[in-house]
């Protein structure tokens, strides 16, 4: 993501930044809870060493964030 990111809510432009987590970031289409992450699909994944950033755009407003992933 190079140009800037517009919100999908408000239409203003978006707060360029990162996202991290310590933890893996999973996707799933059900919005139950689950005591492992087995069989979801992982966005960003868990790193050993050092913990990777993602470019994101957040939108302080609407409190949305928009991030691209990469599957490795
Ligand atoms: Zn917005």
Known sequence: M??????PNC?????????????RISWSESGDSVFID???EVLIDQSLFKISKTPAYRCEQCKLVI???DKK
């Not at 190079?2 to 919100?7: D, G, H, R, T």
């Open 38 to 40: 087995y069989g979801n």
């Open 67 to 69: 991030f691209s992933y």
């Open 2 to 7: 190079n140009a800037p990111v517009k919100c």
């Open 11 to 23: 239409k203003e432009e978006g707060k360029q930044g990162y996202i991290y987590s310590t933890h």
